[in-house]
């Protein structure tokens, strides 16, 4: 295992066949396709993608109006590649854009990882899928 970890931040030569291969060998797979990953990188205000031997091992992506509200998703590493801090590199290069913006995001069992990063519960989150889960136009 490479201890090189490299952060890139746009999405040249991105490949999401392998992007989506290995979410879902990692079991973090949401069910998109290559194309809709592709979209909905493309569609962020940032993205940050973790390498090591040119293997993907990491995501993080955040959405925002760039003024007042950030939302963080995508946040992931591969499972052999766990508390070495690459997460928490992640998500300070995405906070880094951030300055002066309200940044939300949900989790079911990441509590602790986002607490030693500042965040705190802000409770309610409320939910809705509009019509079917990803069968949207993209
Ligand atoms: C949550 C996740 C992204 C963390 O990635 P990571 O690269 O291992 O995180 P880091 O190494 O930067 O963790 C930094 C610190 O966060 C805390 N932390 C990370 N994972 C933790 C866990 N499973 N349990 C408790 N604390 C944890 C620890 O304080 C850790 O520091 P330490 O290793 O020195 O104890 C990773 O476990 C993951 O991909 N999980 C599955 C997907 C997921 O749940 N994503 C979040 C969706 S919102």
Same mark, same amino acid.
């Given at each position: ?9 746009? #999405? ?49 992506? /955040? ?31 995405? #906070?880094?854009? #951030? ?5 939300? #995001? ?23 899928? /509009? ?8």
């Amino acid at each position: 295992m490479s201890n090189e970890v490299k952060y890139q931040t746009t #999405l040249e030569n991105v490949d999401w066949q392998h992007m989506k291969s290995t979410l879902a060998a990692d079991c973090f797979d949401n069910g998109r396709t290559p194309r809709q990953l592709r979209e909905s990188f493309k569609n962020s205000y940032a993205t940050v993608i973790a390498y090591a031997d040119e293997r993907i091992i990491g995501t993080a992506r /955040v959405l925002s109006d760039g003024i007042c509200n950030a939302y963080i998703v995508d946040v992931w590493t591969l499972t052999k590649y766990r508390r070495r801090g690459i997460a928490t590199t992640m998500i300070k290069m995405l #906070l880094a854009k #951030l300055e002066g913006q309200h940044v939300y #995001l949900f989790t079911d069992d990441a509590i602790e990882f986002y607490e030693q990063l500042g965040f705190k519960p802000q409770p309610i989150g409320l939910a809705l899928v /509009v019509g079917q889960w990803l069968r949207g136009n993209a």
